[in-house]
């Protein structure tokens, strides 16, 4: 098991770029699939992105395909998002995800989260 801890929100305007990332800690993190989650208030989560053990392997939501980038560093036990173009979207909290496997795009089929880190993108 890993134990993800997300780091990078803050407040941006519509437009603008920002980096999570998210440290994972674990001996076993190159085995993991890493994926990010996000969550408005009052909404369902929903999944952004997902990426593979060596990084071959990655999936975005059609609503970020273009502007979102997910990538790792296993020697680091990190994994980023690189966000791109941002929507006046509010404030919505990313999560980090993390689960022995290939990637997945169910929620449920992770195991350890981290606790979140808020991004607020205003108009």
């Known amino acids: 098991q890993v134990s993800p801890v997300e780091s990078g929100g803050g407040l941006v305007q519509a437009g603008d770029s920002m980096r999570l990332t998210c440290v994972a800690s674990?001996?076993?993190?190159?085995?993991?699939?890493m994926a990010w989650f996000r969550q408005a208030p009052g909404k369902e989560r929903e999944f952004v992105a997902a990426i593979g053990w060596l990084a071959r392997n990655v999936d975005y939501d059609d609503s970020v395909k273009g502007r979102f980038i997910i990538s790792r560093d296993n020697d680091k036990n990190t994994v980023y998002l690189q966000m791109n173009s941002l929507k006046p979207e509010g404030t919505v909290v990313y999560y980090c995800?993390?689960?022995?496997?290939?990637?997945?795009?169910?929620?449920?089929?992770?195991?350890?989260w981290g606790q979140g880190t808020e991004v607020t993108v205003s108009s």
């Open positions: 995800a993390a689960r022995p496997g290939g990637i997945e795009y169910r929620q449920w089929e992770y195991n350890d």
């Open positions: 674990g001996h076993l993190f190159s085995t993991y699939a």
